[in-house]
């Protein structure tokens, strides 16, 4: 089955550690997003990539980076400089560049502070 | 003003009820708009697409009304399952998906 896997489901973080989330897709998608999602609150951008080798920060990249070496992969890295990580992460991907398409999402990784 | 609004509220209807709920977005050029929803605690998934023309899959109904710059989602005969948090999406242009807007959602509970 086609889809868009994101691992691990959940994610503990000490203070000064960066932490990695895997996002891989099998759908032949050009685009790739990750959310960050708080309770209560709606899906924020915190990267997107269109094509390989080529990401662009979204609402929210302070403290977040990420790779894009390959087209079925879209790390996400939350490195000490994000103060507050913990919340809902998503990762999602469409085949539309412009958005015109809907988007697909895995389902999701939590990540909270020790 | 946001960029997409919905009321959060939550809606608590009963079961067999008539729903619907609208969203507002704030870009005259928005040119696509979709409907997902969302369980506690999962990942959003996509409902529908929102057409120009409005659509309809089963119970429930989609429209997009651009003068006013709103799209809506009627829920029919709602049931148990139906209970959830609906989000609505704008687009805006071609080039860019920062200009993809996700609404902060609205809550939907539907009692027996």
């Known amino acids: 089955d086609g889809g868009i896997t994101q691992s691990p489901k959940y994610l503990f973080r000490k203070e000064g550690q960066n932490v990695t989330l895997s996002c891989e897709q099998n759908?032949?998608?050009?685009?790739m997003y990750w959310y960050r999602q708080d309770p209560g609150q709606g899906l924020r951008l915190i990267y997107y990539s269109q094509i390989v080798n080529d990401f662009q920060k979204g609402d929210i990249a302070e403290g977040y980076s990420v790779s894009r070496e390959k087209k079925e992969s879209f790390p996400l890295t939350v490195t000490s400089a994000q103060k507050n990580p913990t919340a809902f992460y998503l990762c999602?991907?469409?085949?539309?560049?412009?958005?015109?398409?809907?988007?697909?999402f895995g389902d999701g990784t939590r990540l909270s502070i020790l | 003003r946001k960029e997409v609004e919905q009321d959060p509220g939550p809606f608590n209807v009963p079961e067999g009820a008539t729903v619907a709920f609208n969203c507002t977005y704030s870009n005259s050029a928005s040119q696509s708009f979709f409907w997902y929803r969302q369980d506690c605690r999962k990942e959003p998934k996509l409902l529908m697409s929102?057409?120009?023309s409005g659509n309809e899959d089963g119970r429930f109904t989609a429209q997009l009304n651009r003068a006013s710059q709103y799209i809506s989602l009627l829920i029919r005969d709602s049931k148990l399952s139906d209970s959830a948090t609906y989000l609505c999406v704008v687009t805006a242009g071609y080039s860019s998906a920062s200009k993809i807007i996700f609404g902060s959602g609205t809550r939907l509970s539907i009692r027996p």
């Open positions: 759908l032949n998608h050009d685009a």
């Open positions: 999602a991907s469409s085949q539309d560049r412009g958005g015109s398409q809907p988007q697909h």
């Open positions: 929102v057409y120009s």
